[in-house]
């Protein structure tokens, strides 16, 4: 098989405020892997989650390295280009796994969740993200989202750094603008880390109070933050989910007792198959699921869709924020994302990139 990847950059309408800072432009690449025929898609790029930092070039330069060790292979013999794989970051492993995946269902014809067996008729409304910002904005970004897509679900970023006033009035600010709107919305918070286990603990019956349906990842990333989750969890009413603290099948063991869901997302985890398998320990271990994003097109999306029977909680919602999607083949009616019938990821370019 022969590999190549091409860099393009993505910007997104609104930039994103949460507690690490503020993204606009995203640096991104399109893996393409091509044999007997067929070209298999796959998307990567920079991922900084403050802990873990991955740059376009540097995921680039490795995909440049392994290109020809990979030749000798199929895309098909998974087993033996493993060792291979093994050896690249989260987000150079991703491309490469979704350009493999996607070749894979091209090639049988069928897309990946008929393959897995899974049901897409089973999928759930997708939240919408609300970054940190004033009151006035966040107000604007709510009613933005709801003349584009009428959500269900919002995920409200909070974690500011003008402290737990400012992330009171945001809460307050916003279930007073749903209260006009013509349908129940769950208010999910997403802290990024941005509170002590102090905070953590004062605000988390607050927002059960407020009617929030679930905290995501309240305390800072660290080796023993599952004791701090475990100090924290008798005081929160609501679920409690990890992101940043979960990147492999170890972290999610080491969590699992402590909380009551994980944020996957494909880019952590080195691609479909690494996310397919944790989100199946997860269900064993009695954990409910997130499917999220970062600033990802509608190709990465896509490919995360393939797990969306599986999910608890969609949050797919990156590429309905971004002014040029070069990628087409994504369902969606309103706030319910579906992947689409087309075979493997079901994904197509849809127009020349912005290299």
């Not at 490469?96 to 894979?104: E, G, P």
């Not at 995501?216 to 004791?227: I, R, T, Y």
């Not at 994980?262 to 397919?276: A, C, D, E, I, Y």
Request: aromatic share 6%; charged share 20%.
């Amino acid at each position: 098989m022969q590999g190549c990847c091409r860099p393009f950059q993505i910007e997104r309408v609104v930039p994103l405020t949460i507690s690490r800072g503020q993204t606009h432009c995203l640096e991104r690449l399109l893996v393409e892997i091509r044999h007997g025929g067929i070209t298999g898609l796959g998307e990567t790029g920079h991922v900084d989650t403050g802990h873990h930092h991955y740059t376009r070039q540097a995921v680039a330069a490795e995909l440049a390295r392994l290109w020809p060790q990979l030749e000798p292979y199929a895309p098909d013999q998974w087993q033996q280009c493993g060792p291979l794989l093994a050896t690249l970051s989260p987000p150079a492993r991703c491309g490469v796994d979704l350009a493999l995946q996607d070749w894979w269902g091209k090639a049988l014809g069928r897309p990946l969740w008929r393959l897995w067996g899974l049901d897409r008729q089973r999928c759930g409304a997708t939240s919408v993200t609300v970054g940190l910002g004033s009151v006035v904005a966040v107000r604007q970004r709510l009613r933005q989202w709801f003349n584009q897509v009428q959500p269900s679900r919002i995920k409200l970023k909070l974690g500011s750094p003008q402290g737990l006033d400012h992330d009171r009035r945001l809460v307050q600010a916003t279930v007073q603008e749903l209260e006009s709107w013509p349908r129940p919305v769950d208010v999910q918070i997403d802290a990024n880390g941005g509170w002590d286990l102090n905070q953590a603990m004062a605000m988390a019956p607050w927002l059960a109070d407020q009617g929030a349906v679930l905290l995501e990842q309240p305390l800072p990333v660290a080796s023993n933050d599952h004791e701090g989750y475990a100090a924290l969890r008798p005081h929160c009413p609501i679920p409690l989910v990890v992101d940043e603290s979960c990147w492999t099948l170890q972290d999610l063991i080491r969590l699992a007792p402590h909380v009551d869901g994980v944020n996957l997302k494909l880019l952590k985890h080195g691609g479909l198959g690494q996310t397919l398998l944790m989100a199946r320990v997860a269900q064993q271990l009695g954990l409910r699921l997130m499917l999220g994003c970062y600033g990802d097109t509608s190709l990465l999306n896509g490919a995360a869709a393939q797990l969306l029977p599986l999910v608890q909680w969609p949050d797919l919602d990156s590429h309905l924020n971004l002014r040029h999607d070069p990628f087409l083949g994504l369902e969606r009616i309103q706030d319910v994302i579906r992947p689409g019938t087309a075979p493997g990821l079901g994904i197509q370019l849809a127009k020349p990139l912005q290299c």
